[in-house]
């Protein structure tokens, strides 16, 4: 079920801690888009610039893989240096949500936030600079990632174990943004499901509601494939 559900005054301390942890998250995007993540940048890392600025299409130049969401969100930015950090910055922040959000998504109640917020400082402090640019600045993982957890997040019962249809569709149309972003993201997502499901069943959690939250995930982290 979703974090609180049924405790309102826990719903809204959820909210909170989610609201202060998106602004820390989006805080560090902001510096380490202005710093010195750019000087890996390449060839094949400035064609989305490219897109949004000359031509833009549903993919990448001359692939059908790796949706360019972001180039269009970036085309009214016309100028390429602002373009480019718009673009970077989005791609930064929705890497480093990726992060939290799977945490949330693993842990449930526990204490997701400080793991999240503890595995995003880690991968900033301590991976290699060359793949933390790949993840976070050129390659759609962190992106697609981001998009289908939220997705997943939107779709959970709210308060009241109720789930209303605008987040259903809410979550579903992330979902799908995933998977044209990265058709693989469902395969990730799928493996994810089956696992969280067997570790619900392993804690002693009710194998009935156990399966049903897996067919849940399941079929929407694989919406949109085919």
Do not use: K
Not at 54 to 70: A, I, K, N, S
Not at 125 to 133: S, V
Not at 210 to 220: E, K, M, P, Q, V
């Amino acid at each position: 079920g979703a974090l609180g559900a049924g405790r309102p005054g826990a719903a809204v301390t959820d909210r909170r801690r989610a609201a202060l942890l998106l602004g820390a998250v989006a805080l560090a995007a902001l510096l380490v888009d202005l710093g010195s993540f750019h000087r890996l940048e390449h060839g094949d890392s400035i064609v989305p610039v490219l897109v949004s600025l000359q031509r833009w299409t549903p993919f990448y130049w001359d692939q059908e893989r790796y949706g360019m969401l972001v180039p269009l969100l970036a085309l009214p930015v016309r100028d390429p240096l602002a373009n480019l950090l718009l673009q970077r910055g989005a791609m930064v922040l929705c890497g480093l949500a990726s992060v939290v959000l799977l945490s949330r998504h693993v842990l449930g109640r526990r204490d997701w936030a400080a793991a999240g917020a503890l595995a995003a400082a880690a991968l900033l402090a301590a991976a290699p600079e060359a793949w933390r640019f790949e993840f976070l600045g050129d390659q759609p993982y962190g992106l697609s990632g981001a998009l289908a957890l939220a997705g997943l997040a939107f779709a959970e019962p709210g308060p009241g174990g109720r789930r209303p249809a605008w987040r259903l569709a809410a979550g579903g149309l992330l979902v799908l943004a995933a998977h044209w972003v990265n058709a693989a993201v469902g395969v990730a997502l799928g493996a994810l499901a089956v696992a969280r499901a067997a570790a619900d069943v392993r804690g002693g959690g009710d194998r009935a509601r156990g399966r049903s939250r897996l067919l849940g995930d399941a079929g929407r982290a694989a919406a949109g494939v085919g």
